[in-house]
């Protein structure tokens, strides 16, 4: 396949068939990850393979989403913003609790910081999060390939899901990302089209 084709193909999907993943097409496009620039040139990155309805429950109860949400007031929430920005969270956040559960795979990518965000003070001390990002994009890419799909969920309570998951102390979770194939009925959300050339700037802004 063509990479722009692969490119085009990668989408946010967040409703999946019930069926399996194979392994081997999970470990292709970690392997793709790992080749992502890293700014240490360590790539210390790991990544939690999660398939059993304990580990995912685990995920749930850590981030709280098993509270019930008023989609009157979601509505109200976004009710001032971009209609495809507002579009997208309407369709999101109801989902998050029932994509975790149901992807046949959950994976978890977790990183070694330089520096705590919090503690940031350049934009230097943030490469390691940008190195990660750019091996979540590889691995994104990769699945898409072989017409797997998934999301990045950003989670609030990293501390909970480390405890509950065993993860050392100095690394970070830096997604999670429910992936399967994609659902028949699956909703594909619009996206901004962007001008390109009114986005590039030459020698000046």
């Known amino acids: ?3 722009r084709d692969v490119i085009e193909k990668r989408r946010t999907i967040r409703d999946f068939q019930s069926r399996e993943v194979s392994m081997n097409i999970i470990e292709y496009a ?6 992502a620039p890293t700014y240490n040139h ?8 999660i398939k059993s309805i304990e580990s995912k429950l685990k995920l749930i109860e850590s981030e709280k989403l098993e509270k019930t949400i008023d989609l009157k007031d979601l509505e109200d929430a976004f009710q001032n913003e971009e209609s495809i920005m507002k579009e997208m969270y309407l ?15 959950v994976i978890i990518v977790v990183f070694k910081p330089k520096t705590t965000v919090v503690s ?8 390691c999060l940008a190195s990660i990002w750019a091996c979540i994009e590889n691995f994104l890419l990769s699945l ?3 017409d797997v799909y998934g999301v990045t969920y950003i989670p609030q309570n990293i501390e909970n899901i480390k405890v509950k998951l065993d993860i050392p102390n100095e690394l970070e979770v830096a997604s999670i990302i429910p992936i399967g194939y994609k659902a028949n009925d699956a909703k ?5 089209i962007i001008n ?8 000046k802004w």
């Open 1 to 3: 396949m063509e990479f």
């Open 30 to 35: 970690i392997e793709n990850g790992f080749k």
């Open 42 to 49: 360590l790539r210390d990155w790991d990544f939690i393979i």
């Open 91 to 105: 369709d999101a956040i109801p989902k998050q609790k029932k994509m975790i559960l149901e992807a046949p795979i």
């Open 120 to 127: 940031a003070k350049r934009i230097y001390d943030l490469n």
């Open 144 to 146: 898409a390939e072989h």
């Open 188 to 192: 594909i959300l619009q996206q901004k």
């Open 196 to 203: 390109t050339k009114d986005r590039i700037h030459i020698e």
